[in-house]
């Protein structure tokens, strides 16, 4: 029982037509933080670093045993077709 | 029958960015040499399923992923263990993931789900379109979307990318990142 006694009557959903969203302990429910959108400056960044690790490996070309697979199987006759 | 040069020459020109989506699956470049071999083992033995004037690098992400997948599945103790291992890969081997700078980075990317990881890799490094990542990881657009989106945030929070100064202590990504970029 609350002891709290002011004028304003606080009667959950009273005299609103849309009633705030509560949670099952009666607390307002706030859009949570980490949900938000990252902001343009944080999503540049990310995609920069993530292509710069990326191409670190893309500017490795191709290995020469991955080179030789390759071209061996590409003359070899493909007798199964 | 002999292949044609012009799809063998698409098919070397697509390794280079292969190897780095494989590398960024298995987290180890040795394994990830091994699963670009096996890919294209698999796809020249099925070339003929191959159509000519398609897009030969969403075929070829296409059998490694779906190859990673299966090899996962038939040790299913790795399965359970996957990410962590991934993790545990990175600490033990820092000189096998491709390269040493990128280390605090490809450590905050071990901690994703592999969902997200591969989706993220796909859409920000590899440069398919939203629908080709769909195709390749076998999901609806809406899902690669939600996965980019959330391992971005993720991300964000990991490596603390949040104000205009903080980016973290790792100087190397910082040289890389004040010479280039721009393009």
């Known amino acids: ?81 | 029958m002999k292949l044609d040069p012009a799809i063998r020459d698409q098919v070397l020109g697509t390794v280079p960015s292969l190897r780095a989506f494989a590398i960024s699956l298995c987290g180890n470049v040795d394994r990830a040499d091994d699963l670009v071999q096996e890919t294209l083992l698999r796809a020249l033995a099925h070339i003929d399923s191959f159509e000519p004037g398609t897009n030969m690098p969403a075929w070829l992400f296409t059998i490694l992923r779906n190859l990673f997948r299966s090899e996962y599945r038939k040790r299913r103790r790795e399965v359970e263990d996957a990410d962590g291992r991934y993790a545990e890969t990175l600490k033990s081997h820092p000189e096998q993931t491709g390269r040493v700078e990128f280390a605090e980075f490809r450590n905050a990317l071990a901690k994703l789900p592999s969902d997200q990881r591969e989706a993220l890799i796909l859409v920000g490094a590899s440069g398919f379109s939203y629908e080709d990542a769909a195709a390749i990881c076998g999901c609806a657009v809406g899902t690669i979307k939600s996965r980019v989106n959330r391992a971005r945030t993720r991300l964000a929070d990991l490596l603390a990318i949040d104000g205009v100064d903080d980016f973290g202590p790792d100087r190397a990504t910082r040289a890389v990142l004040a010479g280039g970029g721009r393009n």
């Open chain 1, 1 to 81: 029982m609350k002891t709290r006694k002011t004028n304003e009557v606080e009667t959950p959903g009273s005299g609103a037509d849309t009633p705030e969203p509560r949670d099952a302990m009666g607390r307002p429910i706030t859009p949570r933080k980490t949900e938000m959108r990252l902001g343009r400056e944080a999503q540049a960044r990310i995609g920069q670093q993530l292509r710069a690790m990326y191409e670190a490996v893309v500017n490795e070309g191709v290995p020469p045993q991955i080179e030789e697979l390759v071209r061996r199987l590409s003359e070899q006759d493909n007798g199964a077709a």
